[in-house]
């Protein structure tokens, strides 16, 4: 047996439970709709119907009163199947309306779920412990997803999943220290010598230097090696003779180099045996000794030496025996004058003002060693 559906079914039709209570309130309800559902035999035509819309062009059988129907138990009978049948419809209806919400929810997280894991797992330099709660985080909202039948609720993944990768982040490395001053580290490089008194020698000349402590018998206790520009520092015992003198080009301390001389607080520089460096020492609270002029460029050729670096030395009076001794005896009297700096061996006999040899009771004395 076939089954024919007619009709325009732009109209909507009921399929509620109380729609096939009984075929009277059924018969009822599609005749004052205008429209009907036909379940017989129809004349000529051997097959049943379904109308949903308005009336049919010929009248169904099963369009008879209710006391017609009682008495015609084949109608009964036929009644029976119509509802099983429509049963049977709206299960099938209901069931293809699930199985596309279902379909079209299935797709709709299909096609989230690829980016989001792909973005979790493209993440760099994430810590283990943020890939999986990145993971969890995107698996969560698909396992809560409502039934298909309801509707469907964007995924968000919870705060805490969002606040992971920012919490176990990297902290930003510290910032690069800044580069030394090198003009600081040369000046605290060197160090020589022993005891509680401390000289703090510059070297101001244009070359470097070596600058030796000697003992009352010239003995070499100490040395110190200076660049342009770099100090350093010679320390010495107290109650002790001494002096410091600069070596030459090639490192060897010439009897005839200039002198800063201590005992006992006593500090003086002197140029009796020779000049080859400008010897100045201040403690800073007035005490002074020695000068800062460079003089040996504008000296003769024929009270100068040179050393292997063109450097001169300038010849000092000493006991006066040479020629050369008297001229640059002089020589260094008349640019300096004997009171800062001792030209000659009795120069500490000369009144106040004019004598060489100075006292002081710090501990500390800057120093100064310049060309000559």
Same mark, same amino acid.
Request: hydrophobic share 30%; charged share 20%.
């Given at each position: ?9 732009? %109209?909507?039709?009921?399929?509620? !439970? ?10 009822? &309800?599609? @005749? ?22 308005? *009336?049919? *062009? ?10 017609? @129907? =009682?008495?015609?138990? #084949? ?8 509802? !099983? ?15 596309? @919400?279902? &379909? ?11 980016? /989001?894991?792909?973005? +979790? ?14 993971? %969890? ?7 809560? %997803?409502?039934?298909? +039948? ?17 919490? #176990?982040?990297? *902290? ?14 040369? /000046? ?14 510059? !070297?101001?000349? &244009? ?21 342009? $520009?770099?100090? /350093? ?6 109650? #002790? #003779?001494?002096?410091?003198?600069? +070596? ?6 010439? *009897?005839?180099?200039? @002198? ?13 045996? /020779? ?51 008297? %001229?640059? $005896? ?17 120069? &500490? ?22 060309? =000559?």
């Amino acid at each position: 047996m076939s089954t024919k559906v007619s009709g325009p079914v732009d %109209q909507l039709f009921g399929l509620h !439970n109380s729609d096939f209570g009984s075929p009277q309130e059924r018969l009822t &309800d599609q @005749r004052q709709a205008g429209g009907g559902i036909d379940f017989g035999t129809s004349p000529g035509a051997g097959a049943q119907s379904v109308n949903f819309g308005g *009336p049919s *062009p010929h009248n169904s059988d099963s369009r008879v009163n209710a006391s017609a @129907r =009682a008495a015609n138990p #084949t109608d009964q009978d036929l009644a029976a199947s119509v509802r !099983n049948l429509v049963e049977q419809i709206m299960q099938a209806l209901a069931q293809f309306m699930q199985q596309s @919400r279902s &379909d079209t929810g299935a797709s709709s997280q299909g096609s989230g779920s690829p980016q /989001g894991k792909s973005a +979790a797992v493209s993440a760099p330099a994430q810590p283990i412990a943020t890939n999986a709660g990145s993971q %969890q985080a995107a698996a969560t909202p698909s396992a809560a %997803q409502p039934s298909s +039948a309801g509707p469907q609720v964007a995924s968000t993944p919870p705060a805490d999943a969002q606040a992971a990768p920012q919490a #176990t982040a990297a *902290p930003a490395p510290a910032p690069a220290p800044a580069p030394a001053d090198k003009s600081t580290a040369v /000046g605290d490089a060197a160090s020589a010598g022993s005891g509680p008194y401390s000289l703090n020698i510059t !070297n101001t000349q &244009d070359h470097a230097i070596k600058i030796g402590q000697f003992d009352k018998n010239e003995k070499l206790v100490g040395e110190l090696s200076l660049e342009p $520009g770099q100090k /350093g520092t010679m320390k010495y015992e107290a109650d #002790t #003779t001494g002096l410091l003198k600069q +070596a030459d080009a090639d490192g060897n301390y010439k *009897p005839d180099a200039s @002198r800063l001389e201590f005992y006992n607080g006593f500090i003086n520089t002197s140029d009796i045996d /020779g000049r080859n460096a400008a010897i100045h020492a201040t403690d800073g609270k007035g005490f002074e000794v020695g000068d800062k002029q460079s003089i040996a460029d504008k000296a003769p050729d024929s009270i100068t030496s040179l050393d292997s670096a063109g450097d001169k030395t300038i010849a000092g009076w000493y006991d006066g025996s040479t020629e050369k001794m008297k %001229q640059g $005896g002089d020589f260094l009297t008349n640019e300096l004058g004997t009171g800062m700096t001792y030209q000659h061996p009795n120069d &500490d006999t000369l009144g106040q003002g004019s004598n060489p040899m100075r006292h002081t009771d710090s501990m500390s004395l800057d120093v100064v060693f310049g060309k =000559a």
